[in-house]
């Protein structure tokens, strides 16, 4: 089953990391795709780019809008996604549990719905 880990960190807190700090979590973080990629549970996985560009699109009344930045107001922000195989939920948490932004932010954990299987 696909499980979707949806990753916030709160981006202040990022910045404000030291080079040295920087580096040694972002290669925490090619370790740690590098491993599930060598486990198979890989299937996809990015990184995305500060909050402060994304757009909130909406239709209202059949017109559209749209608005900088995210839809709510947030200590932390959507960071990046991973996209994984696991054989249930709990596995999906034991391997959301080693993402390293665990530690600093939180890691949202949700299947992803096969429509082949609905019918």
Known sequence: MKY??????????????SASESEAFMGEYFAFTQA????????AG??????????????RNGRMSTTDGPFAETR???????LIEA??????????????????GSIEVRPVVDFGDVG
């Open 76 to 82: 932390e922000q959507l960071g990046g996604f991973y």
């Open 87 to 104: 054989r249930d939920l709990n596995e999906a948490i034991q391997v959301a549990a080693k993402i390293p932004s665990a530690r600093i």
């Open 4 to 17: 979707l880990c949806l990753i916030y960190d709160e981006e202040k807190a990022i910045d404000a990391m």
């Open 36 to 43: 599930i990629r060598e486990s198979g549970q890989y299937v």
């Open 46 to 59: 990015e990184a995305l780019q500060p909050v402060s560009t994304a757009t909130t699109v909406r239709i």
